[in-house]
């Protein structure tokens, strides 16, 4: 961008300046003028989307590595097949992409308006157009630092959030601080090495390890004995070779589903009317065979194997509740209360209503007595109806991996926009997430 814009000071024919022994000898600024006006109104958004996705996809790559690396080192143990791109990892990098083309529209933006003041206020003062293509250029290797330095700043904040993105895939809550080492170490980071912290509560102060701006610090997992244990023994069972029948599988899950489905209906229902509300769309409480196995065709994509990809399938038995949006928190607390009493454990909660997330509702994952997981979204009939509705085409659209970067920026805006205006429940904050 910037040599573009000093390549136009040097054009030997044209309407800009030509160089000679002397220095810079004026044909026309006002030419400069338009030709900037026009530099300017010249939609690079695809160029700026390309620089953004491989700069995050490089950096996921990287993350990736680092993460199975360290973790193999501290336990011993291959977890390379659980760092792939789960949801969480998905939503972190669609997050710093848009995230990222912002910021590179942003220092294209300024630099360009600092250029065309420098050129207005030069024709205004009378400045020799020598001085004029000084402070230009000069604009131009200010911009270039700042540059860099943003591409650092993103690339740390970029680890971090993946790193706590995979540690928290794994079922890792806690993360000990440690520092480069170096002088360059703020004080307030150099205090933190060695300390123990949450992902849920992260240091006031500074936040999580490269969340501060050139942030060179990182996480190492606090991995307890217990997980260590289960993450081997579910590697064991994940090492067996895999059955290339993917319906056979899969006909084998909804055959397990249909059977153990009535039950469990039966039983949510019941919960639901006691706890003063009412389960909706009832109709497609089964996953159908061929969304379960789409669902499992983009997971081996992604570079999941079959059976992990089929182990992680929760959702072939899935429920929606509604609650008045005005005793909604009451009421879902009442059914939680139910549920245990009944032998069901909600193990995962995510609520949405709290961020400014396009999908607005609490979305649970449920563990009867035999250990079978299904899931249980709540909601109010507003946001109900609004997901069922024109969210839910915008999604589709959204989803289509055929959708270019820069409309999936719009329907996500649009997505956002919608829910904004949707009846928050009072309290809401009181359902904390659970992973």
């Not at 400014?356 to 507003?382: C, L, P, R």
Request: a positive charge; proline letters at 3%.
């Amino acid at each position: 961008m910037t040599d573009d814009i000093e390549r136009a000071l040097q054009q030997p024919q044209g309407s800009f300046f030509m160089d000679d022994a002397e220095g810079f000898k004026a044909i026309s600024a006002k030419a400069l003028l338009a030709y900037l006006e026009k530099y300017e109104k010249t939609d690079r958004t695809s160029q700026a989307e390309n620089i953004a996705q491989g700069f995050v996809s490089r950096g996921d790559t990287q993350n990736q590595a680092e993460v199975s690396t360290n973790l193999k080192n501290q336990t011993g143990i291959d977890l390379a097949g659980y760092l792939r791109n789960s949801p969480n990892i998905t939503e972190k990098v669609n997050a710093m992409t848009s995230a990222n083309v912002q910021l590179i529209k942003s220092i294209r933006s300024q630099y360009l308006d600092k250029v065309q003041n420098a050129v207005t206020q030069a024709l205004v003062s009378g400045s020799l157009n020598k001085d004029l293509t000084t402070q230009i250029k000069a604009l131009g290797q200010t911009t270039e630092k700042r540059a860099a330095f943003i591409a650092r700043d993103q690339s740390s904040k970029l680890n971090a959030a993946l790193t706590q993105a995979r540690h928290e895939d794994l079922g890792i809550k806690k993360y000990m601080w440690s520092t480069s080492g170096d002088e360059r170490v703020r004080e307030s980071h150099a205090e933190k090495d060695g300390q123990i912290f949450e992902y849920a509560n992260p240091p006031v102060d500074t936040g999580h390890p490269g969340h501060d701006f050139n942030c060179r610090c990182v996480q190492i997992p606090v991995f307890d004995e217990v997980q260590v244990k289960a993450k081997a023994q579910e590697q064991e069972t994940l090492s067996e070779p895999v059955k290339e029948n993917l319906t056979l599988s899969v006909d084998r899950l909804v055959e397990k589903s249909q059977k153990i489905e009535p039950t469990i209906t039966a039983d949510i229902n019941n919960i639901a009317t006691k706890a003063g509300g009412k389960l909706v769309g009832l109709e497609n409480r089964l996953k159908s065979p061929a969304s379960i196995k789409r669902k499992i065709e983009a997971e081996v994509a992604d570079g999941f194997s079959k059976s992990l990809s089929l182990n992680k399938i929760r959702d072939a038995i899935r429920y929606t509740t509604v609650f008045k949006e005005g005793d909604f928190v009451t009421r879902y607390k009442a059914m939680q209360y139910l549920l245990a009493i009944k032998g069901y454990k909600t193990i995962i909660v995510k609520n949405t209503w709290k961020n400014d997330s396009a999908y607005k509702g609490v979305n649970t994952f449920i563990q009867n007595k035999d250990g079978d997981v299904f899931e249980m979204q709540y909601h109010t009939q507003q946001s109900f109806d609004l997901k069922n509705g024109l969210l839910h085409k915008l999604y589709e659209q959204f989803r289509n991996p055929k959708t270019p970067f820069h409309e999936k920026e719009k329907l996500l805006l649009e997505m956002r926009k919608l829910s904004s205006k949707i009846k928050v429940p009072k309290g809401i904050e009181l359902i904390e997430d659970k992973k």
